[in-house]
């Protein structure tokens, strides 16, 4: 079977009657169970994805097929699937099914997309390593002694170990960029507004977005064609057009690119990552794109930002998992009262019941101000602060994490140093702005590690072709 480089190749050769989508998902399957031991899928919808591989096998002769026919993707298990289950990897949604499609999922079916599966994250998305899941750790493919990041980690490892053409992740502080660098593929979050959020278990809604894993940018803008726009289901989507991302991915610019002295001066960044990050902006400026440095003095408070407001945000939304609309209820409760916290109790994992237990410390009465309305006002100036860096300046350019992946076991004792793996993909989140994962790294290690690109808001078309432009001039040559 020939390596998958991107879509319009692979749709060639089905329209050529070179290979077909049954046996391209039958070339997954048997992937998917040669490497059961990543536990990168909670659960692989393999019959359902067999019949409809070989219904649009069929649409495709006969010249009707949608726009991504055959491709076959999978999807984070925090985004509903009708009729299937979902349980955002949380032992509170346990036997629960979806009883409507997301809007993205409805987009892609309707384009004859394939789903899969659904993939492994850390528990309600809380988490940068996966070993957050109350279905158990998910492995890095590249090394399975090492996590894969989080909380998107089994959708990063599935596409990394080519299990799938692409995966859906959710990204709320970099849930699918962090862990797509650690595995090697495209991390993409698009602008907040740009995809409807309808179906998608919240976590932040100020922060949640869904996003892409691939392994290539042609599918990003294929993907994000599909998914993105308005929608009535969501009122935080916007009305603006969506253009024909995958018609400019080829465009060349001359574009401006602005790094910030604190991050490429972070104690915590490994000089490896420095190193590699200064030679790539080196060749840029050789070939004539302008590149300046910047200061960036909120990089101290970004952790401190996210996880008051995140968490704030998540003790509310996580309120109506009560034991009585959805999932798992405690046997032993007997009062109504009983059955809240015992299923409550019972039914979260340690890391939801911190967040929870934090964020309403800080809407409490006595600390709102104090920590809740003060972390709203510097989210407010950390998103002017940016926005302005982007008004002379096309891109941001960071790298995604100080480090590669680490060890199974290593942070789990230690939720501050877990919480810094985010400190460079939390800025773009905190101001709702593009920003994308590309693996342009590896380790003497060997393990890969992605270089991060923040672009203005809903200048996706802009961020894509530059990140194309970026796949051509440094990814390594298989
Ligand atoms: N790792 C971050 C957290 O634990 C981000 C998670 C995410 O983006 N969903 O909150």
Not at 242 to 268: A, F, M, R, T
Request: aromatic share 10%; hydrophobic share 35%; net charge negative.
């Amino acid at each position: 079977m020939q390596r998958y480089t991107g879509y319009t190749r692979y749709r060639e050769r089905l329209e050529q009657k070179e290979m077909t989508c049954v046996q391209q998902v039958n070339t997954f399957l048997d992937r998917i169970e040669g490497r059961k031991g990543l536990n990168a899928f909670l659960e692989v919808f393999e019959d359902e994805a067999l019949e409809r591989a070989a219904i649009i096998d069929a649409k495709i002769a006969a010249g009707n097929a949608g726009k991504l026919a055959g491709m076959v993707i999978a999807l984070k298990d925090n985004i509903c699937y009708k009729g299937h289950k979902v349980s955002a990897s949380s032992k509170i949604l346990q036997g629960f099914e979806s009883v409507y499609s997301a809007t993205v999922v409805e987009r892609l079916l309707a384009e004859d997309v394939i789903i899969i599966g659904r993939t492994n994250c850390d528990e309600f998305a809380m988490g940068s390593s996966n070993e957050n899941s109350a279905y158990g750790v998910v492995k890095n493919p590249l090394n399975e002694k090492l996590v894969p990041g989080g909380s998107s980690g089994g959708s990063a490892a599935a596409v990394s170990a080519r299990l799938c053409h692409a995966a859906l992740g959710s990204d709320t502080g970099g849930s699918i960029r962090q862990p797509a660098s650690f595995c090697g593929v495209t991390g993409f979050r698009p602008t907040y507004g740009r995809i409807s959020r309808h179906g998608l278990l919240a976590f932040a809604s100020s922060f949640d977005q869904i996003g892409t894993v691939t392994n290539n940018i042609e599918d990003v803008a294929l993907l994000m064609e599909v998914m993105a726009g308005k929608d009535e289901y969501d009122a935080t989507v916007s009305s603006k057009p969506v253009p024909l991302y995958s018609e400019s991915i080829n465009d060349l610019e001359k574009y401006n690119l602005v790094y910030l002295d604190e991050c490429i001066n972070h104690p915590g960044l490994d000089p490896e990552i420095k190193n590699r990050f200064k030679e790539i902006l080196k060749t840029l400026q050789e070939s004539g794109l302008e590149s300046k440095n910047a200061s960036f003095p909120y990089l101290d408070q970004m952790i401190p930002v996210y996880y008051v407001l995140a968490t704030a945000e998540a003790s509310s939304n996580l309120s109506r998992y009560a034991g009585m609309t959805y999932g798992y209820r405690s046997k032993d409760a007997k009062t109504l009262e009983e059955t809240i916290v015992q299923s409550r109790s019972e039914g979260f994992g340690p890391e939801v019941k911190r967040r929870i237990m934090l964020g309403t410390f800080v809407l409490s009465e006595g600390y709102y101000d104090a920590y809740y309305n003060k972390a709203q006002r510097v989210r407010r100036l950390i998103n002017n602060y940016t926005k302005n860096l982007l008004k002379d300046n096309d891109f941001l350019i960071l790298p995604t994490s100080p480090g590669v992946a680490f060890a199974l076991g290593e942070n789990t004792e230690d939720p501050i140093a877990m919480y810094l793996a985010d400190i460079f993909t939390i800025p773009s989140a905190i101001a709702g702005l593009p920003s994308i994962s590309l693996p342009l790294g590896w380790h003497s290690n060997g393990m890969p590690y992605g270089i991060q690109i923040i672009g203005r808001s809903f200048d996706e078309s802009r961020l894509l072709a530059f990140s194309n432009q970026l796949m051509n001039i440094f990814a390594r040559r298989e």
